[in-house]
């Protein structure tokens, strides 16, 4: 019996008929461990469009998974208003990655995410929040690492990546490199930046936008680097599942290892664990992992030991006591408390110049026995004393303070507004230190921040008000002022109702009435 043969024109109609559908709609496929066994989109082709449900009760909002249904993309509330994208490692609730726009989206108002060939995330009133830039692709995929890619199907290589544009963590596999963005905390605060040489955590003003240099706190620089050789190679930072963040040389030579920060598991070789590298908001850079048996984040890592040398755990002009780790104010004569005192409010900008860099009025505190943790990212002078110390501070406008080791002569001086200081137990440790007066500090912030939504609209409405009882007031004065007119006009009449040369004659006849009854006989 022969077998019937195909024909060829009809299987290649079958096949373009295959491939439009497919094209045509998400692909959904079904995930081991999903709940109900329920099939989960696992890719979005163009032409997909998504809508936040206003105000949901639910923090977020999955639209994509990866095929082991550990991750998934979608809508996610940040705070208690604000809307983000973001990709969110599903059994801890942890967003591994952000789109983080520059303005984020109102949770209470529907937004919008499309595909086509680029992904784009759109606020209620049809503005972009976030899109993924110089990216054309046919299919977007959530890898099983957390990377989310916009592909084209003949490419292997993404044309977008997640990998490549970090918001505050790094994972397993994803290199961290000079050209990538730094690690921005989720307060916007703080930022983790990689030098040739060197990562360092750095001190962001304005939520990151100031135009001053961000001011290092900590920073570790790879132990057989060459900072000297201007033709070495730059360094890349990568998290490794072993447990350590590995610092590699750029270029050929199979990447050589030029430092590791090692992890406290790393000697355990502890595998089947999730790792993550954040940079949390108090400022400490800490790796984590994430095991299916506990069902928790523990801590693995932790970039600064003592909470006293993290930047602002005692706030703006705090002084922290090592040891029990106090707080007390720079000027509160020593009295501790155990949790951070509101000593003074944050400054948002970089210096204290203004009109020609003269300085506003500013307070001064001096205190004897403090330091700073990171003095050795301060600008430094030497061979001096106190007096000048203080002196070069006081006339530079963009100095917000100064501490001199008078054991060293080392000065230090502090070109950013004054976060938290070091008790230390030296009466030759002197500091110097400006402090913005409250009404100056009141004026600027105005000035920059503008009024908030509630008080620009309770502010329109009352403009409004007044306008509408001006105008009240204006035709009330008008009605008056016309009804006084007409009053007057109507007893002109009554008294000369005739024209001027009238009044005249009137006046002869009535002398002559009199005068004929005055001499008549």
């Known amino acids: 019996m022969r077998q019937a043969k195909c024909d060829p024109a009809i299987a290649a109609a079958v096949v373009v008929l295959l491939v439009l559908l497919y094209v045509g709609s998400p692909v959904v496929l079904p995930v081991d461990g999903a709940k109900g066994e329920e099939e989960l989109t696992t890719q979005l082709i163009n032409g997909f469009t998504a809508t936040h449900a206003a105000g949901s ?9 990866a095929t082991s249904a550990v991750f998934a993309l979608g809508f996610l509330r940040v705070g208690q ?3 983000d994208l973001a990709v969110v490692h599903l059994p801890s609730s942890f967003p591994v990655w952000r789109a983080t726009p520059a303005n984020l989206g109102d949770w209470s108002r529907p937004a919008t995410l499309t595909f086509d060939t680029s992904l784009v995330l759109t606020a209620h009133d049809g503005a972009v929040l976030w899109r993924t830039l110089n990216a054309a692709g046919d299919v977007v995929a959530l890898l099983n690492s957390s990377n989310l890619v916009v592909q084209r199907y003949a490419r292997p290589v993404p044309a977008w990546q997640s990998f490549d544009h970090p918001s505050d963590t790094l994972v397993v596999d994803q290199n961290f490199t000079a050209s990538s963005p730094p690690l921005i905390s989720g307060n916007r605060r703080f930022a983790l930046r990689l030098g040739k040489t060197y990562v360092a955590l750095h001190m962001e003003f304005d939520g990151g936008r100031a135009t001053t240099t961000a001011p290092a706190y900590w920073k570790h620089t790879a132990l057989e680097a060459q900072p000297e050789n201007a033709t070495a190679p730059p360094v890349y930072g990568r998290l490794d599942g072993l447990g350590f963040f590995g610092l590699y040389l750029e270029g050929g030579g199979g990447h050589p290892t030029v430092d590791v920060l090692s992890f406290d598991t790393f000697v355990l070789n502890l595998t089947g664990v999730f790792r993550r590298m954040t940079v949390d908001d108090d400022g400490n850079l800490r790796a984590y992992y994430w095991s299916s048996d506990a069902k928790a984040w523990t801590s693995d890592y932790k970039a600064i030991a003592e909470r006293c040398e993290l930047p602002t755990s005692c706030g ?16 509160s004569n020593g009295t501790s408390t155990t949790s951070s005192p509101p000593c003074h409010a944050v400054e948002e900008t970089g210096d204290l110049c203004s ?15 403090v330091s700073v943790a990171y ?3 301060l600008p430094v002078q030497t061979n001096t004393t106190a007096e ?4 070069a501070c006081a006339r530079n406008c963009t100095c917000w303070g100064a501490v001199f ?5 080392y000065c230090y001086l502090i070109d950013f507004p004054v976060e938290t200081l070091v008790y230390q137990a030296d009466d030759r440790m002197v500091g110097y230190f400006k402090i913005r007066k409250a009404a100056a500090t009141a004026t600027r912030r105005s000035a920059r921040r503008g009024m908030s939504p509630g008080v620009t609209a309770a502010t329109v409405v009352l403009s409004l008000v007044l306008v509408a009882l001006a105008a009240a007031g204006a035709y009330w004065g008008y009605r008056m002022w016309e009804k006084r007119k007409r009053k007057r006009a109507g007893m002109e009449q009554e008294l000369a109702p005739g024209p001027y040369k009238d009044l005249k004659s009137m006046a002869s006849s009535n002398s002559s009435f009199k005068s004929s009854h005055e001499f008549q006989p």
């Open 388 to 391: 000048r110390c203080e002196m």
């Open 355 to 369: 009109n020609g860099l003269r300085q506003p009025d500013f307070d001064v505190v001096r205190r004897t026995r």
């Open 375 to 377: 003095k050795e990212e």
């Open 57 to 65: 009760a639910a923090t977020f909002e999955p639209l994509l998974y």
């Open 316 to 331: 703006a002009y705090g002084l922290c006591v090592p040891g029990n780790a106090q707080c007390q104010c720079l000027d």
């Open 81 to 83: 208003a604000s809307l």
């Open 405 to 409: 080791n008078g054991a060293s002569g």
